[in-house]
Structures are given as C-alpha cells and as structure tokens.
Nanobody, 122 residues
Framework: QVQLVESGGGLVQPGGSLRLSCTAS???????ASWYRRVPGKERELVAS???????NYLDSVKGRFTISKDSAKNSVYLQMNGLKPEDTAVYSCYILYTQDLQGLGPYKDGWGQGIQVTVTS
C-alpha cells in the first residue's frame, strides 16, 4: 500500500508563505488530488483540488493566495500558500486518487496524508 507523507508545515507570521508537499512512497500516476484543512470544532474544508483534466478549484477565501500543483516525476502534490492569515491556521491533509499502473489505466486507489499543522500567528 502506498503511503502519502506530508511535509512543509509549521509556524509562520501573517503575510508569510509555506509550501506543503504530499509525496507518495512509491511510483504512482496521479489522477486527481485535493488539500483539505480542519480546525478543532469546525467541519473539514476543501481548500484546493485539481481534476484529471488539470482544472483547479479553490475555496473562495484562498483564491489568489494558494496554488495546488503536482510533480509527476516526484510522485508529489503541492500546496503553495502565500499571504497567510491567522484564519488559515489548521491541520492540512492531502487526498490523492491514483493508480500504480504506469499506463494510467487503473485500477484506481485513494489515500490520505497524515495531516500537518500550519499555524499563522504574530
């Protein structure tokens, strides 16, 4: 089973930047991917996602500040976060739909990263 490992979180001041990475432990073909975040006491939010056609969608509050991308050669998905605000503080998790068939023919599997803390504070 492929593991998805997240990195890049941490503590940053308002206005700062972080880049979250979600890297698979093996070779995969990424079909689609999403980043979610959760704050204690609140429902999980879909922050950013892209489909197999490459089209990306973003939560309104992060549009223009966050960018989701992937590097197929590195089996990784990223979330570049600029202009961070205190309200972006949360645990961020990646979700990837993938196949280990290098032709991309399937079967498809999905997986979650372990979750990583992002804290924005002065």
């Amino acid at each position: 089973q492929v593991q998805l490992v997240e990195s890049g979180g941490g503590l940053v001041q308002p206005g700062g930047s972080l880049r979250l990475s979600c890297t698979a432990s093996g070779t995969i073909v990424i079909n689609s991917a999403s980043w979610y975040r959760r704050v204690p006491g609140k429902e999980r939010e879909l922050v950013a996602s892209f489909r197999s056609n490459g089209r990306a969608n973003y939560l309104d509050s992060v549009k223009g500040r966050f960018t989701i991308s992937k590097d197929s050669a590195k089996n990784s998905v990223y979330l570049q976060m600029n202009g961070l605000k205190p309200e972006d503080t949360a645990v961020y998790s990646c979700y990837i739909l993938y196949t280990q068939d290098l032709q991309g023919l399937g079967p498809y599997k999905d997986g979650w990263g372990q979750g990583i803390q992002v804290t924005v504070t002065s």
